[in-house]
């Protein structure tokens, strides 16, 4: 039988990653003449990856974006990212109690997010923690990315797992119609980047530590969902 798998987001659900995102977007955005965004925006910006959370500033101060200018804050913000990995990024509590206890059980375990690819290895890597995922995928890796529910299959199948045993865990709404699309039961954090509370979204869940994420309740999710 498969290995049943559980399935993370990174950015405010493993890593508290917001205060190095916000240090590279306004990095970026200074290059622009931007008013620096504060953790209030930097929160309703963040979800979909460095170029949407640029896009998205630009936005919120009616300031145009043509794509030669896209591109070129994109790679400062990446540049800068890149060079501060991990910076002060930090797992959340609980977090590496909790991946050995999954390890323990004998699950497979997964990262599934909108950070690039590159970005996302390295920041596991520097903090110690790439021995418990059989598959990292960012938004770069396949042609599509959260809330495309391919992106959680894929991730699901790379790792030699089964869509069918499957948990994913998230803190954004991007998360949640990633899982709910792909029919996978899904755990929400409720410390992470939203502006909105998760409860809103309807996860099947809601934690608020991960003291409370067992894999007798992932079991007990995965059969609810069958
Ligand atoms: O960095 C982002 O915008 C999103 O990253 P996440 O999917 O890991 O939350
Ligand atoms: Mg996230």
């Known amino acids: 039988m498969t290995r049943p798998i559980i399935v993370f987001d990174l950015d405010g659900t493993l890593v508290d990653t917001a205060p190095d995102l916000l240090d590279s977007l306004n990095h970026s955005l200074a290059a622009s003449d931007l008013a620096a965004v504060d953790e209030a925006g930097f929160r309703r910006f963040v979800g979909h990856g460095g170029r949407v959370m640029i896009e998205r500033a630009h936005t919120a101060q009616n300031k145009a974006l043509v794509a030669e200018e ?16 991990p910076g002060k990024s930090r797992p959340y509590p609980g977090v590496v109690a909790a991946l050995d206890r999954f390890q323990a059980a004998g699950y497979l375990m997964a990262v599934c997010t909108n950070k690039y690819e590159a970005n996302s290895v390295a920041l596991i890597g520097a903090l110690g923690l790439s021995k418990y995922f059989a598959a990292i995928c960012g938004q770069d890796t396949f042609a599509f990315r959260k809330p495309d529910p391919r992106h959680l299959t894929e991730t699901i199948r790379l790792a030699s797992g089964d869509p069918e045993s499957a948990v994913m865990v998230g803190d954004s709404q ?8 792909a029919g996978i039961p899904v755990v929400a954090v409720d ?21 409370t994420l067992t894999p007798d309740l992932a079991e007990r999710l995965i059969a609810a969902a069958r």
Do not use: C, M, W
């Not at 509370?197 to 608020?208: A, G, K, M, N, Q």
């Open 191 to 211: 410390f992470g980047y939203t502006d909105r509370h998760v409860r809103e979204f309807e996860p099947t869940l809601v934690i608020s530590h991960f003291d």
């Open 70 to 85: 896209h591109d070129r804050l994109l790679q400062l913000f990446l540049d800068h990212y890149t060079l501060n990995i």
């Open 174 to 181: 991007t998360d949640i119609d990633t899982a709910k699309a």
